[in-house]
């Protein structure tokens, strides 16, 4: 297994550049399933995701190409409809392609994703979508089983705005017959980029961005083009370690207008910020103040923050909280952290943060790729070196981290740490 060696002090000072955002390729990819011929998508990220969702792909007979950042998928061969629990449980957003294959073929058979490690990860609101949409749905064997000989417009209100169950049910309503109104949908930038790519391929959205969407149905969709936005959880992430090393960083490629709450969380804690269209500098130089922060649906607070807000928070003297509204088990990060010093009391879905205390580099385990990166923002803040073990679960979503952050001066080798 691998691991990196991170030594801890070193301020993160100097420019880096944001992938394209992984959540954005993992809704885009499916969408190609809805329209016959060769799709092409611009700033893709090297990160095992994209990689199994290629696989995805390819298992259902499309042909993919991954050059220089440039995706090209030819899905004018599908041949299975059928997703394997083998690769819908490796990733979770596999089962994005049900919507597509419902509304392109009238069946399709996913894997139920099963459960990550933080927690049940049902899809209950994605399969009431599709039904309301006049799909019949079976669940079989772990497999849910869907067949529509039409897909037909409705009004489907979501109890929860739900980014998996938004994009599901938006790639089937495209190509349903008559008019759909989802309400109370996820307003993510990567669902926005999901509708303007589908309307690229001639579908008919309005209301992107509000959780208010009104598709029209239409015949057919063609093949189109698209460049994948930035990754605001990989910029956000960057911005909180520069932060809590106390360094100054610009980051580059990147969208704050994507990242509005996490720059008012940061300038509130102390952080000097100036944005240009495409880059945003955050500077530290002293050490942080305490905070309040409750994750929430877009535009609050990301819960893929959560864990790397917490790793920062613990350097702030005096007590912060931070409460999961979305994942109220999404903490794992928090016992080896303490394993490193670290004074958090876990009360339901709240972290409280005694901060200030000095953190002491040990051997730590990955469990999940944002707890991953909370455990690399305590190496790089600890006295000493910390050993993050498991860095698989990192690659499924940061790019070539540790050149990025070696880039930053930061001191991050990867290291072989046994079978
Ligand atoms: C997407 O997951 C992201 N993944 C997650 O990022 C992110 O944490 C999450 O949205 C929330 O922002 C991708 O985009 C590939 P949800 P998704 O459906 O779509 C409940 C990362 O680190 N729910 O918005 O699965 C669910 O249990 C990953 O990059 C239902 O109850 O999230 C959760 O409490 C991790 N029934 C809440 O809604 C459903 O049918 C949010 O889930 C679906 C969801």
New binding site residues.
């Given amino acids: 297994m691998e691991g990196f060696r991170i030594r801890g002090g070193q301020p993160l000072q100097g420019r880096v550049r944001i992938s394209g955002a992984?959540?954005a390729v993992?809704a885009l990819a499916p969408a190609t399933l809805l329209a016959p011929g060769v799709h092409r998508l611009r700033n893709v990220p090297r990160l095992t995701d994209v990689f199994t969702m290629v696989e995805l792909l390819e298992g259902l007979g499309c042909s993919c190409h991954l050059e220089e950042g440039e995706l090209h998928i030819d899905t004018s061969t599908v041949r299975s409809l059928r997703a394997p629990q083998e690769l819908v449980s490796r990733m979770?957003?596999s089962f994005y392609i049900l919507g597509p294959l419902l509304a392109r073929y009238g069946q399709a058979e996913v894997s139920l994703p099963g459960g990550c490690s933080f927690g049940?990860?049902?899809?209950?609101?994605?399969l009431q979508g599709l039904q309301r949409l006049g799909a019949q749905i079976e669940l079989q064997d772990g497999y849910v089983r869907a067949r529509a000989s039409r897909l037909r417009g409705t009004t489907i209100e979501l109890r929860?705005p739900?980014?998996?169950?938004t994009g599901n049910i938006l790639m089937a309503a495209v190509l349903a017959e008559g008019e759909t109104l989802l309400r109370n949908a996820?307003c993510?930038p990567?669902i926005v980029q999901l509708g303007e790519y589908l309307c690229a391929m001639g579908a008919s959205i309005e209301g992107l961005g509000s959780p208010t969407l009104h598709i029209r149905g239409v015949e057919q969709l063609r093949p189109a083009a698209v460049e994948v936005i930035p990754d605001r959880?990989e910029a956000a992430t960057f911005l909180i370690a520069a932060a809590a090393t106390q360094g100054e960083v610009t980051i580059t490629h990147a969208r704050a207008d994507h990242l509005q709450t996490v720059l008012e969380h940061l300038q509130q804690v102390g952080c000097r910020l100036t944005t240009t269209e495409s880059t945003i500098t955050v500077h530290m130089d002293t050490l942080p103040q305490p905070s309040t922060t409750v994750t929430a649906p877009y535009p609050g607070f990301?819960?893929?923050l959560q864990a790397q807000w917490t790793a920062f928070m613990l350097q702030a003297p005096g007590i912060s909280r931070i409460t999961d509204t979305?994942?109220p088990n999404r903490f794992k990060h928090i016992p080896e952290l303490q394993r490193m010093g670290a004074r958090i009391e876990l009360i339901g879905n709240t972290a409280i943060v005694y901060g200030g205390y000095p953190l002491i580099g040990t051997r730590v385990v990955s469990s999940d790729?944002?707890a991953s990166a909370a455990l690399l923002i305590a190496g790089l803040i600890a006295q000493g070196e910390t050993e993050v073990v498991g860095i698989h679960h990192i690659e499924r979503?940061y790019e070539a981290i540790e050149r990025k952050l070696q880039q930053l001066g930061a001191s991050i080798e990867r290291i072989c740490v046994g079978p």
């Fill in positions: 992984k959540n993992l979770r957003a049940p990860r049902p899809v209950d609101l994605h929860f739900s980014v998996g169950a996820a993510e990567e959880i990301p819960t893929d979305i994942y790729l944002r979503g």
